[in-house]
């Protein structure tokens, strides 16, 4: 019998009542964009970034902690926030040393889901942090639990790639007894020399919903290695960098 931890993947929110993690590391994943919005704020300085499922909560923080309150739905800056989900609104000079208040239509909905399924431990991962994941995940030897936050329940391709990505780096240090693991690195190991041009070619919807919106600075950025590689934990309600 092997004595290595289990790592299994929920390619969306809508599966996740079917897995126990009260014993995981739960891997936040929304790539495309709040993740890698989240891993590029505090990197850039941010002291905290708090994340709230609802944009009236996200006022009521932001006021009380007079913080920048933050958030998109369907892929715009949600009505009555200030700022949206691109990493590119949050450069150094704005972010450092500010609080941060986000919603976002997928991602911090999934994150408050593990929370109350009593996930032991939840952080961040996005392609801007791979390797500190990575890193993270085969330091602490345990249960591991990568979460896709997918767009409205419906699995997506970019998020089941950075699944895939993982699992390529560490696989070998846990047992994979789970097909949705298989089909994620399956997809990687097919896509990784070009990600964006792998989304192109196989018309991910992600990827048309924000080409539309003229946003393909953000996708390319969201699809690098290491260009925000810190490890945000959620801790007493904030994210908080390892």
Known sequence: MSNK????????????HL???SNSIVVIIDVLRATSTIVTALNN????????????????IGKQMQAVTAGERDGKIAEGLEYGN????????????????LTT???????????????????IG?????????????????????????????????????????????????TINCDSSHLAEKMYEKGKK??????????????????????EKDIRYCLSADEANVLPLYKDGKLVLK
């Open 105 to 123: 239509t997928n991602g911090t909905r999934l994150l408050h889901m593990a929370l109350d399924k009593g996930a032991r431990e939840i952080v």
């Open 194 to 215: 070009d990600l964006f041009d792998f989304m192109k070619k196989n018309d991910a919807s992600h990827y048309h919903r924000l080409m539309g919106f003229g946003l």
């Open 45 to 60: 300085g941010a002291r905290c970034v708090i994340p709230v499922d609802d944009v009236s909560r996200c006022k009521e």
């Open 126 to 174: 996005s392609f801007a942090n791979l390797s500190a994941v990575c890193d993270h995940l085969v330091e602490m030897k345990k249960d591991v639990m990568l979460a896709c936050a997918a767009w409205k329940d419906r699995v997506n391709m970019e998020d089941t790639l950075f699944a895939g990505a993982v699992i390529n780096r560490v696989g070998e240090n846990f």
């Open 19 to 21: 897995y126990d993690v």
């Open 86 to 101: 691109s990493p590119f609104e949050y450069p150094k000079e704005f972010i450092e040393g500010k609080t941060l208040v």
């Open 5 to 16: 931890p289990n790592l299994h993947t929920c390619l969306s929110p809508a599966l996740l």
